[in-house]
Every structure is written in structure tokens, then in C-alpha cells.
């Protein structure tokens, strides 16, 4: 296992960081999902070798700081670009894995320089996450506030109290129900990404942030849309797990369907997590896009 380097970045925040493989090689810059942190992408790390690999703890995860509340992907794709820029990256291959991906849309629309390529492990959609608060009588509304939010107690209040009462054992349960379909990682890796996952202090702001982000033509119940996805014409892949209610298959394809000249890549009896249920594929797929072996 590779250690954590530390970054303070230009707006105060300090970044952790992985940091693996020779900076004079191809550069991926790895962007984690909800409940996650850059040691999520370990199975990459173990396989990915002759490249350099570059994953932080997005603002509120892991072991970076939460100096400043947020409201968008948006501000937390400029975290990952002041981020890139202290390390002096000004090229990379984007990897976003869930709500990641919305980060590496957001990344990708506001500096299409900076962007080689995109790869969307089950990306989230380009329309935001639909959460709704479901009323009394059975019909839903948007949630009114953050606090609004944070008292939901189906969605979001029973993990917020897990994160605050460092639960593994429900963010154990939570995962394999809904992350890990159809492989587990070993009980090492496991009690590794749990560890991780109960570091998150700002589940509140990114499940708000989700529900906000919009880069459509349409209204997604809580805004209209940028219209930025056209902007976006770096080659891009998205990966498919058949078995992921998280982000399902038909999300996916309607991200495909707003990228012109993306490419879905199919994976079976796979999840949310293509990292646990399928990494050799994965990194195969990965290489192949950048053209690489």
C-alpha cells in the first residue's frame, strides 16, 4: 500500500493524495465517488504500474481537510483543478468513478485543455441524481434545504448517523447490498475502504450538489439544465454494469447518447463497483482507451 502525500491548495484547503509511477509517463487522474476516497481505486493501483496514477481525497473525504461547505460538482472540480495545477499536471487522462463522474464532467466542460481523455466508471448522469422527499400521502417533493435534506430519515439521516457513530458494520451491510453485486473484496481491502468511507464529513453537501447538478437542456425537478454536456468532445468511454442500481444501465446510456462518439462498455454480472466485480477487464479497458498496453 502506497502512503498519502498532503497538498495545501491556493483556496485553503489541504488535499490528500496518492501519488504512483513515474512522472514522465502517462498521467490519470483518478476522481472518487460518494462515501469514498482515493484508496477506493487500490485495485489500480495494484495493476496499473507503468503509468503514473494520481487520485486525491475530493474536499470533505478521506483525509482531506472540509475547511469550507459546498453547493456543486462544480466547486469541487476546481478543487481537482488547483489540485492538479500545484502538482504541475496540466494534461491528464480522467478517470471518474460515480459521482466522480460528474466531477470529471464539470472538470472536463471548464477546462477541455486539461482533459485528454474521459473514463466514466458507472459515471453518475449528466441529469443529476434523482432524490426526492416522499410526503405524506405517497407523492414526492424536492427536498426545500440542506436541513431539509439531512432529516430524511430513509435516505439520508441513517447514514449520516452511521458516518457520525463510525458504524462499519452498517456501512458494511450498506455496501454489499447495494455497491458490491457480485464479487467481494478480501476482508483486508474491505475493512480498508470502510475505514475510508467513515472519514466522510460532507455527505450532506455532495448528495446536494448530486441533486442540483444538471448538465441537460431540461429541468431535473430542482433546475434547468447548462446544456454543457455538448461541450464535451474528448474521446470518452463509459462503463455499464449490468447488476448496478446505483447508477443502472439505462443512466448510462443516456450519457452515451449526449456525448457524441462515446463508446458504453458492457461489463456482466457486474455492480457499482467494476473495481471489485471486474478490475483486470477494467483495467484493460482503461489501457485500450488511452492506447496503451
Known sequence: MIDKKFITLPNGETCAYLDQGDHGSETFLLIHGNSSSSLHFYPLFKRMKNVRLVAPDLRGFGDSSYNNRFS????????????????????????????????????????????TSLFLIEGAGYKGY?????????????????????????????????????NALFIDVLWKASIYRHRKPS????KMYITETLKQR??????????????????????MGSGK??????????????????????????????INGSKILEYKKCGHSPLVDCPDQLVKDIMAQAGLK
Open 72 to 115: 456543486g460538482l462544480d466547486e469541487l472540480a476546481e478543487d481537482v483543478k488547483l489540485f492538479a495545477d500545484a502538482l504541475g499536471i496540466s494534461k491528464a487522462r480522467i478517470i471518474g468513478w460515480s459521482n466522480g463522474g460528474g466531477v470529471a464532467f464539470e472538470l472536463t466542460v471548464r477546462y477541455p485543455d486539461m482533459v
Open 130 to 166: 434523482p432524490l426526492f422527499k416522499k410526503k405524506s400521502d405517497g407523492t414526492f417533493e424536492p427536498f426545500a434545504s440542506k436541513e431539509d435534506l439531512a432529516a430524511d430519515p430513509v435516505l439520508i439521516a441513517p447514514v449520516l448517523f452511521a458516518l457520525e457513530n463510525k
Open 187 to 190: 476482508r483486508k481491502e474491505n
Open 202 to 223: 460532507n455527505l450532506v453537501d455532495l448528495d446536494w450538489a448530486l441533486i442540483h447538478f444538471n448538465m441537460s437542456d431540461e429541468h431535473n425537478g430542482y433546475s
Open 229 to 258: 454536456i455538448r461541450e464535451i468532445h474528448c474521446p470518452v468511454s463509459l462503463t455499464s454494469g449490468d447488476l448496478d442500481r446505483v447508477v443502472p444501465p439505462a443512466t448510462v446510456k443516456e450519457n452515451a447518447a449526449a
